[in-house]
């Protein structure tokens, strides 16, 4: 029989943080036990004490698992405070220069993954899966080493977009084999679980199931590694973005007004952590009747762009509205490779094009622009 949360909480009870034991500390987060007893849950922690508090960490991991009936047992520690916002710090606030020096890595660096770009929206549909999983493909065929992280936990589409299925192979005790789809290294939640008992987790849940994606996959060495983001501007959106040593972030917004009200929340987010807006992507601009060549702008065009430009950040590129994006994404079969001389394959190839030259750039190193929201 699986292990209850009971009893992986008594076994918690023996773990001391500070002076008193780790349940009191008010940094566990919900425990999570599977029905396979696959046991998961976070300690928060600031930024500053995550190498203090890996030993902790590790004590609790090894507590749980000798508990019998306990399956694989992943304990991840979360930052959900900002860097300097813990108990007895100083209280005074950062220069600006303080605050460019000190930004990014505002998290644990994953070995051998050179940078980490984020690709989110503000608003769920707009296209951040495809874009990714496309983006990732054509930074593949210009020769890099790159992998896909599908953190959109709430509704993972790696596995259809990139046409796998099947688990991941254990390496060594546990480490996960990504998944290799058309050259890229994949890895999603939805290779792992359900995707019904995915939607029941809830915030810290989320980051602790993304950090343990991101750290306990055996990525080798990438030049980078996309991260498709669960959409929405939340909290549990806000604790990853801090909690990842992301290099930076791509917005992907449709060009109607009320997803780009959505985006500039995701502009705003991810600048609110310091994280480095990398540029803005609008999908789904422009439709081209495959019939006549007629160009019909179903959602309006160019706000995307304008928003960019208002915000002061890179505007990457438009991707058209086009039924064959649609129908090689449901068909795993994504376009950048499998039709890669069409107009929208070169659309997602001149957005990566523009999204490394950035990095080469030190897009990704430079202080996020302060931004006001009218
Ligand atoms: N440029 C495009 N042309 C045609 N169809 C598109 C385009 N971009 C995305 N789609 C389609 O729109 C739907 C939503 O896209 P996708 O799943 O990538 O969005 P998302 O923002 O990741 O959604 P979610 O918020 O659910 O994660 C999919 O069916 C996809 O095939």
Redesign the pocket.
Known sequence: MAVSRDEVLRALGTIRIGSGPLPASGRLSEISVDPSGRVSFAISADPGEAAALEPVRAAAEAAVKALPGAGPVFVTLTADRPAGAGPGRAAAPPSAAQRAAAAPPRAQAVPGVKRIVAVA?GK????????SCNLALALRLQGLAVGLLDA?IY?P?APKLFGLSGKPRLVGERMLEPLDGYGVKVMSIGFLVEESSAMIWRGPMVTSAIQQLLREVAWGELDVLIV?MP?GTGDAQLTMAQSTPLTGAVI?STPQDLALIDARRGVAMFQKVEIPILGVVE??ASFACPHCGTVSNIFGHGGARREAEKLGVPFLGE?????E??ET??AGRPVVVTDPGTA?ARAFMDVAQKLWAGLQEGAGRRAAPRIVIE
């Not at 991707?319 to 039924?323: K, R, S």
């Open positions: 929206s769920g549909g707009v296209g951040k899966s495809t874009l959109d509704g589409s498709d959409p992907v999908n789904m991707i058209p509205l086009q039924m994006i649609r994404s449901d929208h």
